[in-house]
């Protein structure tokens, strides 16, 4: 069998291949490839690709392995593979009526294998909106491998799916080309990551367990049960301590591309598990970390979408609310919040001078060019220099209410035909000098950590942590894209002392159980710090995506459900007996509060809706 | 501020790094690595790491980081960090006494930071045992980072610590030179087998949902609560569902360092969580896997551990039982399984002339060199031509024990000195043509499938899967290295037909649970095989590690506990009430049965014991 005897050589001639052996015959070559040469038909039943052959291919004998996007009046078959498209041509005598008939009675989407001669297309039917348009392949043979049975919807591009529908067949949706391309670029992007931090930084890829214990305030977390009564695992929402007890324990750079769990079911576009790019590293200050990330960034972003300039902006969480009115501002467009309160300090409009005689109280604007938008509690006025119109907010605490205000009248613009953002470009932030800690939301009066409880103090901050910790500012830094945070990080505090007095005294958390990382830090702890990179919303920003599901594999829907393979299930009572716990079903009155709870069908919901 | 500027030109120039630019000059050299080079002091306090100075550096003015691993005569401070140890001198003249008296009260494991200059250690000072040892730095400056206050035992390579302590501080017992080694080694291995898989043969590297559904026969997976009462999430064992339906969706070529979990809390160095190398690919036969997987280890192995040759060996499942009783022969050492019925055929030992009587009766025998092993039901005899001694058994069902006593004889020969296992020597086996279904142990008359049901039969034994499926073949292969089965994999089945053949008339599975992969196999699924490595087991033997444990960063007890973190713990019921569940605790009865089962103690057990 010739393909036997080509397997047995290729395993022979592993060894043999050379990055510099590259032969110029280009049939010689079409030969050798099989056996030599590494690439995306090595090993494999075909020569070629679909997306690969041109003019120059014009008499080479090729195979070719794909799926029959559809025929054409019985005169030719259309092949795709995850490259692209390559016309068959169907012979016509009568010597060749078997294959004839077995090509015109495929299905589309159904597997096969074609070996034949490319041709040159009869002039005048070339199609040059087609890489391959300028050849044929004229078939003389066909392995059929799978007759497609069944297709709840068409592969095309342009056939519009529900997306629950999407996600029942996720295998067909995955074959199309963007779907194709979206996976194809995450995996070159996060290889590029890699490359970098090891090859180029020195960082070192651990990986830590999943299954771990429940930490402090991890409402949050997924509990697995154990074969011992009682005892639970918890689904880490992320590494943090893992990678703080490396650096305790000399490892020095680390990083990982974690799976992380969230248990949050009603928030939109988040899922249960997602990815992130965790890094630490010891000895290091803010702007080393801020710098590395710059050069990670760089180093992988896809050369297609446009170079990337370094090193980012750096904007402080106060200007940040006082110019946008939120922690991650969308800087692609101006439109940023104006204090008019010394205009308006004489105004006879009611509502303005009570607000200014309150205190806190300021008039702030937006300039929307051109625009018009109502709301309840704003005023229109025509600008002084350029026509345009203002929205007008009146207290402090309404920024954000304002940074809302300006992000909606953004997308009404851009909704109206006005280019306010341009679709290609991506503006990178730092955002930082945040709040060390915030006043609890249903308790003012106790404070929380605004990130997590790790968070170093700035250095000229320190001291106020033992009088006045309301008002120190942490070494956070978030990374912001395009107005949608991407990622965030800290120095760390590397003393147990401090950690212990931020633990116990001003987040009044019970120290027990984290006593395995203060006795870490008691142990010669480095000074440290590091930063998490959400890596589907990166990856979705990066290729225009709607929603973080267009650039997973197989993600689940809104209400955490795997739609093809209807996960959660349910479980019998002897599987659960082994670990030791019973369901313990609502009763009628928790189960209306339940639902009220949870969102009223399995919606798909945009992104950043 | 220094620190701050340099960070600044750091971030400045970060896009300035060019792999051509090398300069010449050690000195200029020094200065800018730490604003244009990458590598492991960029971006860092460092100007160097602790292994690194030589007598190329004296003169220069260095910063170094680590922690103090001793102090010698209130002399020298010897400072280590990930890459080695450096001399740091303690300056005795009065104007540094501040200097002095810092450095002297330091405790060991304590983190400091150094700046000084290099200088050669006096004549017949030099330490040739030590790569820095030409040298020393001269104290001039120190930054106290952290002061360690207490330490359970030393961080020396040659203290010995019991196990559960290790494990308990982990983080310390991480700092051991061993420890670093193996984790770093492990990293670069990964890198270099993702370089080949993406960059070389052009898979996509896909991430797989983890919180996915009970698959059949799935006993060993830990289930996850979701907030849907008596809805169950499950941790798969492996990705297999999901690549599967990749290659139906078009991927071509997966490949994922995959997380998996595994509940089987009493077997031997196992994890429950562990990590595989998970690759499948279209349009490919056997050959072409193993060719793939050869490559890969090529690639990716480590140069000081020798080279390996390919392709490797192949050994089919029926010659294997036959020459070493089990099917992941170590064949580092001969020993093979020998029938002598012929030579007994005559003989006038009751035991060997009833046996041989019997159906399937035979002798069988190993050839132990020199050695002497007693044990029941086996008898010695004199080699006629090498004064060896023989070791006999008597069914052909006693095979595997035989198999067995061969690896013990093997272990006792070497414990009494003879060399018989080269131990930097790396036997690669392929083991082939493995039944596809085994009689089930507790209903010897029902099937089940020897490694998945999703595996092909060889192409020539197809037909038998529907009139003697107990004759069927399989397309699975078996990487075994040294004796320990290090992967496998197989060609799957592509056509629903057959795979709802398999799952309901033979092994008579509920296929309503697998309706999904069916439906999937009906849409145009391409032909498609692949493999999974056990990464851990992988690292641990080129390592040379005694356990798995040794090659993970934070692994779990043979109990599953984290002994640092005391993970599993208890919930609170409020935390349980969220995911509907409450915990059944077991009768004194049950208790009684169930400690029975669980190991006594949560015992370290070693590799392969």
Redesign the interface.
């Known amino acids: 069998m010739a ?2 005897s080509r ?2 050589l ?3 001639f ?2 043999l ?1 050379t990055q510099s052996l590259w032969l110029q015959s280009s049939k010689l070559q079409s030969v050798l490839t099989v056996i030599f040469f ?3 038909s ?5 020569t070629h690709t679909c997306g690969e052959l041109r003019s120059d291919h014009v008499g080479d004998k090729v195979t070719l ?1 794909g ?1 029959v996007q559809y025929l054409r009046q019985d005169l030719f078959v259309i092949l ?3 490259t692209g498209l390559t016309q068959i041509l169907i012979p016509q005598e009568e010597s060749a009526s078997g294959l004839k008939s077995a090509l015109c009675d495929l299905t589309v ?3 096969i ?1 074609v070996t034949g001669t490319v041709r040159l297309r009869p002039s005048g039917q070339e199609n040059k909106g087609m890489p391959t348009g300028e050849i044929e392949v004229l078939a003389e043979n066909v392995e059929i ?2 007759i ?4 709840p919807f068409e592969i095309k591009d342009f056939v519009k799916k529900s997306e629950s529908l999407r996600m029942q ?7 199309s080309s963007q779907m ?1 391309q979206n ?2 670029l ?3 992007v ?2 590029k990551m ?2 970098y931090l ?5 960082f ?11 930490t402090p305030g991890g409402a949050k977390e ?14 880490p929402q992320s590494p943090q ?2 990678k703080q ?2 650096m ?6 680390y990083f990982q591309i974690a ?1 992380c ?1 969230r ?1 949050e ?1 009603s928030k939109p576009d988040r899922q ?2 997602f ?1 992130q790019v965790d890094i630490e ?5 803010q ?6 990330v ?2 990670l960034l ?1 180093h992988s972003w896809p050369p297609e979408k446009g170079p990337i300039k ?2 980012f902006h750096t904007m402080k969480y106060e200007e940040a609310m006082r110019d946008y009115g939120v922690d991650k501002p969308d800087t692609r467009f101006n439109m940023k919040l104006i204090d008019l309160s010394e205009v308006f300090s004489a105004s006879d409009v009611e509502f303005l001078r009570s607000a200014l005689s309150k205190p806190g109280g300021t008039v702030q604007a937006i300039c929307v060019p051109g625009g018009a938008v109502s709301t309840g509690r704003s005023i229109w006025w025509k600008h002084f220099k350029h026509r345009n119109h203002l929205l007008l907010s009146v207290m402090t605490v309404l920024r954000p209410l304002l940074g809302h205000l300006r992000l909606q009248s953004a997308q009404l613009l851009e909704s109206s035909g006005v280019t306010l953002r341009d679709p290609s470009a991506f503006h990178f932030l730092w955002v930082v000098d945040f709040p060390l800690f915030l006043p609890k939301e249903d308790k003012p009066e106790e404070l929380e950590s605004a990130h997590h409880p790790f968070t170093a103090p700035l250095p000229e901050d320190s001291q106020l942590l033992y009088t006045e910790p309301h008002k120190v500012r942490g070494q956070h830094y978030d990374l912001v894209l395009n107005g949608s945070e991407i990622g965030g990080g800290s120095i760390r505090i ?3 002392a401090e950690q212990h007095h931020v633990l116990k005294n001003i987040l009044k958390e019970d120290t027990t159980l984290l006593s ?1 990382l203060l ?9 440290h710090g590091g930063i998490a990179l959400g890596l589907d919303r990166l990856i979705s920003i990066m290729v225009g995506a709607n929603s973080i599901r267009d650039v ?3 993600p ?1 829907s809104f ?2 459900h ?1 739609l ?8 019998s009572e002897e ?3 082994a ?8 009763t009628n009155d928790s189960l209306t509060k339940m639902n009220e709870r949870l969102p009223q069908s399995d919606l798909w919901l945009g992104f950043n809706s």
């Open positions: 393909a036997k397997f047995v290729q395993r022979l592993n060894g291949r590494p690439g995306p090595s090993l494999s039943f075909r392995c799926w795709r593979d995850f989407e159904s597997v294998q491998f799978n497609c049975q069944k297709l067949y996720r295998y067909l949706d995955l074959r194709q996976l194809r995450r995996s070159q996060v290889m890699r490359d090891c090859n180029v930084q020195g070192v890829d651990v990986e830590t367990p999943t299954l771990f214990k429940r997924f509990v697995v049960p154990s074969r011992e009564p009682g005892m639970f695992y918890s689904l301590q893992f007890l490396l305790v324990a000399g490892v020095d750079r799976r769990y248990d079911g249960p598990e990815t590293m010891s000895f290091v200050e702007a080393g970390i801020m710098s590395l710059e050069g760089q370094v090193p590397h003393k147990a395995h006795e870490a830090l008691d142990s010669g702890a480095p000074p997973i594999a197989f689940k209400r955490g795997d093809m393979s209807r996960a959660p299930d349910s479980l599987e659960l007996n670990y030791h716990i019973s369901v313990k079903w609502p």
